[in-house]
């Protein structure tokens, strides 16, 4: 009996049921305050607060914003590319998306092996000519009367050569700043793959009500940065193979370098088309003052054609931005950010003015019907 007892299962001990009595609390904590006013001002202080860790965080962070910003523009390049191939290929958005970045990139390769030998040698003598030029001009100025400090016009005149050497030496393939284009390029086609993705994202952590008013506001966005695109892109076109061909015709040298350098500089609006005119007429003296005429002709064709038919044709389907303004602007982005700002100044404008004029629509009463 003994061993049958200890042979047998001990039997599980039932777990006791505890409650727990709730705690009253009567005496206010820390986080309670009752007046309601004091409520209100305290929401108030920390949506001030929020504001302002939220501008120190941009100004810290602005660089990396930037970045962002210029996947955007050209996550918008591709999709208007797509839209536009989509008229006349009825394929998917994938499949269309997909044709444009190869077309891009088989035209970067056709440049690079065909043309890219050839440039790299235009471009490391070009600062060699237009130093030259510019020595030759201050003599000539010095020989009629002129008071020029020539130390101090040689020491600009480096600087400026500088940064021209910089530019020809990105276009001849030291590309400066390839770490910021590659992530810009990730960026781009991340946002033109999947477009809705990120912007149901960012429309879930608005409040219900401000969500169909940021669709409509981002939709209005997207359309005028495409169209600014598409109207930077054609006159880019115009401008670089019009100057290539029109130079190379009465035989101007490095004109291939001239047109590809006038066709980039022309993403630069009021920027860079005078600086663009100003290499070509350097070049041009150096064949004599007839070549430099006409490449001052061959200027001023190609800016008329482009200010007076591309841009206003375009800008009808645009923002309609004040030339002062984008100007200032690009001032003041390419002093805090380099080449960068100065790149994203423009597209950075549109969409700031349709933001406001957004916002003005929705804050304008409606007419009264009566």
Partial sequence: MEEAAQSAPAKPRRARKTTVEPVAVTNAGPT?????????????????????VLVGLAIYLAEP?????????????????????????????????????L?????????????GNQIADQAAALPAIVEAQVMRGLDWLQANGARIDAKAVEGIAEKLLGGVGQLTSAVGGVLGGLTTAF????????FAAEPQLYRRGVAWMLPQGEREHFAQTTAEMGRTLRMLM????VGMLVEGIGTWAMLAIYGVPMAGLLGLLTGLLAFLPNIGAPISGLLMVLVGFSGGVDMAIYCVIVYVVVQTVDGNIIVPMIAKKTADLAPALVLGAQLIMGALFGIIGLMLADPMVAMIKVALERQSQRNTPAPTKG
């Fill in 32 to 52: 309670d305050f009752s007046d309601p006013l004091l409520r209100a001002e305290i929401k108030r202080a920390a949506v001030w607060i929020g504001m302002a």
């Fill in 65 to 101: 914003l930037l970045v962002i910003f210029g996947g955007m523009v050209f996550a918008a390049m591709i999709d208007g590319g797509a839209r536009l191939l989509g008229r006349v290929l009825p394929a998917p958005r994938g499949v269309r998306v997909t044709l444009v970045l």
């Fill in 230 to 233: 598409f109207g930077r892109l």
């Fill in 103 to 115: 077309g891009a990139v088989l035209f970067m390769a056709w440049v690079s092996m065909f043309a």
């Fill in 183 to 190: 992530l810009v390029m990730v960026l781009g086609i991340y």
